[in-house]
């Protein structure tokens, strides 16, 4: 494990601002987090990433995830995994907490092996991850902010030149995520509710939630009532629901504000 420090930035190449203009307008979006790693990734190879705060008195909360096309999504259902319980035993931000003052920012580096076996074991050797590279900073109520980047298996390993393009490119993509998670804080409370949905999963809970019938998503998604119906199906499913009520009910309940 590393804890990295951010050295005096040495200014981002012609790939890194490409990609952070992409990343830039995608901030607000409710896809953000896919469409914003499929831009870094044309400026670095990356398997996943998520964004998430960790809070010392609160499940944490997730902001965004995503994951390239070359490698299965399990982005969802490790987070599941993570926030169920799992967050509660890792210690791998521990190190971040104690040494990184409100309004510094640092990096801290992983290697898979490393990691304590459950934690391992549960997400990175069950979707073969090798490492993560979290960009971290102090938050509201005491949280740790964590911009999380992850390779597989099969890329290569963060280099140092890798690690210090990432520490250049940390200062204006945390303001970015920062932005995003301000503007969505102001949105009804879904984030949390319907965390662990895949993209279109959420298009069509967020549609129901403003009343809409299924004829009505089909026709603004471009997709059959059939197939609104199986994404309802699943998200239902992996809410633990099967009332559009009880969709309702969950969203209502969500806290409106991390």
Excluded at 54 to 76: K, N, R, V, W
Excluded at 128 to 134: C, D, F, I, M, P
Excluded at 201 to 229: F, H, M, S, Y
């Amino acid at each position: 494990m590393q804890l990295i420090e951010l050295p005096r930035s040495h200014g981002l190449q012609a790939g890194g601002l490409s990609a952070l203009a992409g990343v830039i307008g995608h901030v607000g979006n409710p896809h953000f987090g896919q469409q914003a790693l499929a831009d870094l990734n044309r400026w670095m190879p990356l398997a996943w990433w998520s964004v998430y705060t960790l809070y010392q008195d609160a499940p944490p909360s997730l902001h965004a995830h995503g994951s390239i096309q070359a490698f299965p999504d399990g982005t969802a259902a490790s987070w599941r995994v993570y926030r169920d319980s799992l967050y509660r035993r890792d210690a791998t931000f521990a190190v971040a907490r104690d040494r990184v003052a409100p309004g510094t920012t640092a990096m801290v580096h992983w290697n898979a092996s490393e990691i304590p076996i459950e934690h391992r074991s549960a997400i990175y050797s069950a979707h073969g991850l090798q490492e993560r590279l979290s960009i971290v900073t102090p938050s509201e109520r005491h949280g740790l902010l964590a911009i999380n980047f992850y390779r597989h298996e099969h890329q290569p390993v963060f280099c140092a030149d890798a690690i210090d393009a990432v520490a250049d490119m940390a200062p204006p993509l945390l303001a970015c995520v920062q932005r995003h998670v301000t503007l969505n804080a102001s949105l009804p409370a879904q984030s949390d509710a319907l965390e662990g949905l895949t993209a279109r999963e959420r298009d069509v809970c967020q549609r129901l939630l403003k009343g809409w019938t299924q004829d009505g998503i089909a026709a603004d998604l471009g997709l059959t009532a059939p197939t609104v119906k199986t994404y309802r199906d699943r998200a239902f499913n992996k809410l633990g629901i099967r009332y559009r009520h009880e969709l309702f009910a969950r969203v209502a309940a969500a806290p409106q504000e991390r």
